[in-house]
T-cell receptor, first 117, second 111 residues
């Protein structure tokens, strides 16, 4: 089955640090990847849609200069949390759908737990 | 709109019993619905899906029911096992393959 890999799984860093999270589709190509954020005991909230070769589309209220997204290939999207602060601490999850198979469900990575001290 | 809860409702069942988890969705134009299972510290795992032109779909030990009239989705798990303990989310798909997640339900299975 389709596998999505996220790295790193956990990050602990000081306030002001920029953190990059990678999302890879391991056995399929993904034109589109999605980035979600999940706070404890809450649901997943879509942050942005990452499109290969073009700019990401951000949801309302998500700062594009704060959360930089790059989707340089059909198998890799990155999310960079710039100048992270404690309020950015959260569980970040990516997902991807197989290119040309829009009727298939999104497959999710195992998330990245970001803790800003 | 989304359904985001600050407190996850919990369903507690005895091992071997059947579980029913409910979800209300918001967009009558959604054409595809998915149930995901999320274990602690992991990403959502696909369980079963259903298209809007169907009202029931069965998988292995799981059944999804869709009632478009009242915009309601349910997940039935037969013979619930301890390994089924997790948080379950429904999701509806809209244009651009975007998913909107429901608030989630925590399933606890008592041995």
């Amino acid at each position: 089955g389709a596998v999505v890999s996220q790295h790193p799984s956990r990050v602990i860093c000081k306030s002001g640090t920029s953190v990059k999270i990678e999302c890879r589709s391991l056995d399929f190509q993904a034109t589109t990847m999605f980035w979600y954020r999940q706070f404890p005991k809450q649901s997943l909230m879509l942050m942005a849609t990452s499109n290969e070769g073009s700019k990401a589309t951000y949801e309302q209220g998500v700062e594009k200069d704060k959360f930089l997204i790059n989707h340089a290939s059909l198998t890799l999207s990155t999310l960079t949390v710039t100048s992270a602060h404690p309020e950015d601490s959260s569980f970040y999850i990516c997902s991807a759908s197989q290119q040309g198979y829009s009727n298939q469900p999104q497959h999710f990575g195992d998330g990245t737990r970001l803790s800003i001290l | 709109g989304e359904s985001v809860g600050l407190h996850l409702p919990t369903l507690s069942v005895q091992e071997g019993d059947n579980s029913i988890i409910n979800c209300a969705y918001s967009n009558s134009a959604s054409d595809y619905f998915i149930w995901y299972k999320q274990e602690s510290g992991k990403g959502p795992q696909f369980i079963i899906d259903i298209r809007s032109n169907m009202d029931k779909r069965q998988g292995q030990r799981v059944t999804v029911l869709l009632n478009k009239t009242v915009k309601h989705l349910s997940l039935q798990i037969a013979a619930t096992q301890p390994g089924d303990s997790a948080v379950y989310f429904c999701a509806e798909r809209s244009a651009g393959n975007m998913l909107t997640f429901g608030g989630g339900t925590r399933l606890m299975v008592k041995p």
